[in-house]
């Protein structure tokens, strides 16, 4: 199972952050998930310098630039430069302060370029009786996946947060029944871009309140193949908690 930790803007000193990593490193060594941590982006090169363990690091958002005269921005090639390998692109929270698709696409793009892991976050915003949000859902898979090569398609973690899920408590999350049928849903999308058995090789994680009370019957009925943590994943403790649920 992938954990894919996203501290968001949570973690505010280094020696919160310097546990968290510590924390990580030990569940590394003693289990067999892959960790990823996604550290706040002035943190993150402190952190992953001279990374040689199992633990990833991933950059929370890289800009839709390359470079040059851009107050405030973060590159991708900078972040591979502190040490990340993976960037998590199109972040609900980053689509609310004005991601488009288009953007997303522009960011997925240069976050290929330079070798990272994209690890593109999709999901609908509500659910709908005339079920609106699938189509919703298939357009930020299409809009990513199109402009993109065969190898490039293969090199994308996917992540499914429906938004009305983020933030809260695991009993609100989604049910493992409603999952299922999403990750269903989404490999089937991701057919029409990726033949055969390259589509089912596409890593599919799952976000929006996993706390350790609910991952583990998330993890073994909905066929996701791990999951993208957030506020669950700021505490040693919580974190600790559910990597072991996860055992
Ligand atoms: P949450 O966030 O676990 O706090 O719901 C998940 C995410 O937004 O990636």
């Known amino acids: 199972m992938i954990i894919a930790a996203n501290w968001k803007a949570y973690v505010e000193d280094v020696e ?14 003693s289990g067999t998930h892959q960790i990823i941590l996604a550290p706040p982006s002035v943190f993150l090169g402190l952190l992953a310098s001279g990374n040689h363990s199992a633990v990833a690091f991933s950059a ?10 851009q107050t405030g921005e973060n590159t991708a090639q900078a972040f591979v430069v502190a040490g990340a390998t993976h960037a998590i692109i199109g972040h609900s929270e980053r689509r609310a302060m004005g991601d488009t698709n288009a953007i997303v696409s522009e960011k997925l793009a240069h976050a290929l370029a330079q070798g990272l892991t994209p690890i593109l976050c999709i999901g609908e915003r509500e659910r709908d009786e005339e079920s609106h949000y699938l189509s919703f859902v298939r357009e930020e898979i299409e809009t990513a996946f199109a402009p993109l090569s065969s190898k490039e398609r293969q090199r994308i973690m996917l992540a499914y947060e429906p938004i009305w899920a983020i933030g809260k408590t695991a009993s609100e999350a989604m049910r493992p029944d409603e999952l299922v049928e999403m990750v269903l849903y989404i490999r089937k999308v991701l057919t029409q871009y990726l ?21 583990r019957a998330l993890a073994g009925e909905s066929q996701v193949d791990g999951f993208l943590i957030g506020h669950a994943s700021v505490e040693v403790h919580s974190f600790e908690a559910l990597v072991k649920e996860l055992a």
């Open 195 to 215: 033949p055969g058995k390259a589509a089912t090789n596409i890593s599919i994680l799952y976000g929006g309140s996993v706390e350790p009370e609910n991952i």
């Open 16 to 29: 919160r952050a310097k546990k968290l990593v510590a924390a990580a490193k030990r569940l590394a060594r």
């Open 60 to 69: 929370q958002d890289v800009s839709r630039t390359t470079g040059g005269a």
